[in-house]
């Protein structure tokens, strides 16, 4: 069953401009954590923010926020003021305290237009 | 400090030979991932390595696939038998794990790009 959702498989946004990406994912357990990571294209998967179940707060690092509707079960990425360095793969993960992975959607790309 | 590194970072066999893929974890971390990421599509988790703790091998897609940690730190992973639908990049990652909770964020290495001819 599939844990993580990203239902964008391309986005493009205008330089300077806030883009959101989408994630929802799917689990009983009442901990766990959401993680976004950015794949530029030399492949290396980049850790840029974290959200635990229990925060009661929406997670920042600078310019990513992360926008956490528990009810929905959703954890948008929010990326404020675009820029070209942003274009890349974007992907949705979750930890549980049930097994040891992380269960990762199927990404999003992000082109940054100048 | 230096990340997490793996070699080799990219890798072109024939068909049915063996391969052997090594990864480097940051220093102190004890936990080690491995996970493949084929063309496009997200990752999928093979083996956990935590501490002395038996391996969690529930992801490795069939027995040509094994993987061992020595001394707690390197690993190698290694395909036996290769076959065409083996090529993909092989991830690896690390976390520090000093108490295994949700919020262990696992640092990625660039990845070895396997090509089976």
């Known amino acids: 069953a599939q844990k993580i959702t990203q239902t964008q498989p391309g986005m493009f946004v205008q330089e300077k401009e806030a883009v959101t990406l989408d994630c929802t994912y799917d689990t009983s357990d009442p901990s766990y954590g959401l993680f976004w990571y950015k794949q530029p294209s030399s492949g290396e998967m980049i850790f840029l923010i974290y959200?635990?179940?229990?925060?009661?707060q929406n997670a920042t690092e600078g310019r990513y926020s992360l926008n956490f509707q528990k009810a929905r079960k959703s954890a948008n990425l929010v990326i404020s003021a675009s820029q070209l360095g942003d274009s890349a793969m974007y992907f949705c993960a979750m930890s549980l305290n049930t097994g040891n992975q992380f269960y990762f959607g199927t990404g999003t790309s992000l082109t940054v237009i100048p | 400090g230096a990340g997490v590194s793996q070699s080799p970072s990219n890798k072109v066999t024939e068909k049915g030979k063996d391969v052997e893929l090594r990864c480097d974890p940051i220093?102190?971390?004890?936990?080690l991932y491995w996970y493949r990421q084929s063309l496009g599509q997200g990752l999928e988790f093979l083996i956990y390595f935590q501490g002395n703790s038996a391996p969690d091998k529930s992801g490795l897609p069939s027995d040509r696939f094994s993987a061992e940690r020595t001394g707690g730190s390197v690993s190698t992973l290694t395909i036996q038998r290769t076959q065409q639908e083996d090529s993909a990049v092989y991830l690896c990652?690390?976390?520090?794990?000093?108490?295994?909770?949700?919020?262990?964020?696992?640092?990625f290495g660039p990845g070895t790009r396997l090509l089976v001819l």
């Open positions: 990652a690390s976390s520090l794990e000093e108490l295994a909770g949700v919020d262990e964020t696992q640092y």
């Open positions: 959200q635990g179940s229990y925060d009661q």
């Open positions: 220093s102190g971390h004890t936990a």
